[in-house]
């Protein structure tokens, strides 16, 4: 069993890792970058987040997915997104 996530993070935090995990292009080395969490422990937080059928659906969804990791892409993008995407309201 993995350890539990040993950092505190913010209720916006969590959703904001959540949604970008979601996201087909945003890459888990994005998350990692911006949260400090890297693969495992964003599965982690997904798993502790969801009901058991979304986090299963969203595994499913995402396991092979090449668009997932930037070693896998065929180029590489310098933001997770655009700057006026997320305006705090």
């Known amino acids: 069993m ?9 209720e916006e935090d969590v ?3 959540v949604e970008m995990a979601w996201e087909d292009r945003t890459p888990f080395e994005a998350i990692e970058i911006q ?3 890297n693969e495992s422990q964003t599965i982690e937080l997904m798993r ?3 009901k058991a059928s979304s986090f299963k659906m969203w595994r499913e969804r995402v396991t092979g ?5 930037l070693k896998l892409r065929g ?3 310098t933001k997770a997104y655009a700057p006026g995407h997320y ?3």
């Open 2 to 10: 993995s350890k539990p996530l040993q950092f505190k993070l913010s």
């Open 15 to 17: 959703s904001r890792i």
């Open 35 to 37: 949260f400090g969490l």
């Open 48 to 50: 502790a987040s969801m």
């Open 65 to 69: 997915r090449k668009t997932k990791h």
């Open 75 to 77: 180029f590489v993008r």
């Open 87 to 89: 305006k705090i309201r």
